[in-house]
């Protein structure tokens, strides 16, 4: 199993990105797919997962509201939407994989993790 996250970058506060978390030997389709950050000095945060039940999505309140994810089965990709980006939102974004249908929200349950991509908001 094989995650890659992309699509980071630089923005200014209040724009958008979109990040990519594309899978390898894995049918991302079949299993809950999480996104988790992290910020320099500070642990790892759970920010969003999509299940396989009805494709439900979570979110942590940080993030609920501007942060959408969603599946592109097609290319075996889940996407995170993120919009009205802050500076508090810079961070390593990484997709996580746990092999099960159903999300958990901390990181210790997803046993594949992809390199994570930078994203760092700043004027």
């Known amino acids: 199993v094989q995650l890659q996250a992309s699509g980071g970058g630089l923005v200014q506060p209040g724009n958008s990105l979109r990040l990519s978390c594309a899978g390898s030997?894995?049918?991302?389709?079949?299993?809950?797919i999480g996104w988790f950050r992290q910020a320099p000095g500070k642990q790892r945060e759970w920010i969003s997962c999509?299940?396989?039940?009805?494709?439900?999505?979570y979110y942590a309140d940080s993030v609920k509201g501007r942060f959408t994810v969603a599946r592109d089965s097609a290319k075996n990709t889940v996407f995170l939407q993120m919009k009205g980006l802050q500076p508090e939102d810079a961070a390593v974004y990484f997709c996580?994989?746990?092999?099960?249908?159903?999300?958990?929200?901390?990181?210790?349950?997803?046993?594949?993790w992809g390199q994570g991509t930078q994203v760092t908001v700043s004027s």
């Open positions: 996580a994989y746990r092999g099960f249908f159903r999300c958990e929200f901390e990181a210790p349950y997803f046993t594949s």
């Open positions: 030997g894995i049918t991302l389709n079949n299993y809950a």
């Open positions: 999509i299940s396989t039940v009805d494709d439900n999505t």
